[in-house]
């Protein structure tokens, strides 16, 4: 499928989806499934089993027949769905492993972040290697992911995997700031304001990233948190279960959580309570 085809009909199925119309989604790629297209399969199911309630008993398991024969053809995103799908602990399942590996080196970005973050951590079958950590977040970066730019680029400050490069930890991190990061926010913030990590001090700087975080914060409300003790990345799954969290966040080497939540659905101390009761040591950082 053609690229300029294939952002075509991603429009249109997000303005689909949106007005809730499944049936306009699956109009718009089943002439290419029909056709035995990789990437229509991927996407059609992809949209059903991630996008939608998923009620459907029957046309759940068409839909992962679906990702399977694009992962069969090599789409690299089908391959890394199909890892996602996983349910066994990462530290059990090598075959998980494996298949993100795979997805990786076809050149899935989803797939590269997630295996910067494994190497990074530690938390799978493999050994914890940061020069590979680097080499991973450096290909989903090159793509424009935002995350791993901000990994990066706070790696590459701290001379984590390769050898301290602060100009281009900067330009990472500036990079995953103009595509709307968090995290690079308050990173380059706290960077040009105190000097850390041997950033020289720059108060206009300061100022552009400091205003962009406030701004940020105030649209999107969220508790940082200190985490006691050694917290796995499987463990933070339990988050995605509590209404009202609406996303979250811990970088490598990092023992500080970021929790974003929706204020009309969850209180800052009922937040508290059920992140504790989901299993994880925590204290508010204030």
Partial sequence: MEELLRRELLAKTKQALDADDWDAVARLWQPWVEQGDAEAEYQLAYHYLWC????????SERMKALVRDAAAKDLPDAIWFLATQQTRSRETNPELDRLLLRAGRLGSVNAQRELGVMYATGDWSGPRDLVEATRWYRLAAEKGHAESQCD?????????????NTDEGLMWLERAGELGEYSAFRLLADCYENGFCEVPIDAAKAQLWRGRLEEYERLNPSRWYSLEGAVSESSFECLSEIEGVTGYGS???????????????????????RIRAAGLSVSPVE
Avoid at 253 to 270: G, W
């Fill in 152 to 164: 990066l680029g706070f790696m590459l400050l701290l001379g984590e995997g390769e050898p301290r």
């Fill in 52 to 59: 939608t309630p998923c009620e459907d008993d029957a046309t």
């Fill in 251 to 273: 970088m490598s080497d990092d023992n500080r959580l970021h929790v974003a939540y929706e204020p009309a659905l969850i209180t800052p101390a009922q937040l508290d309570e």
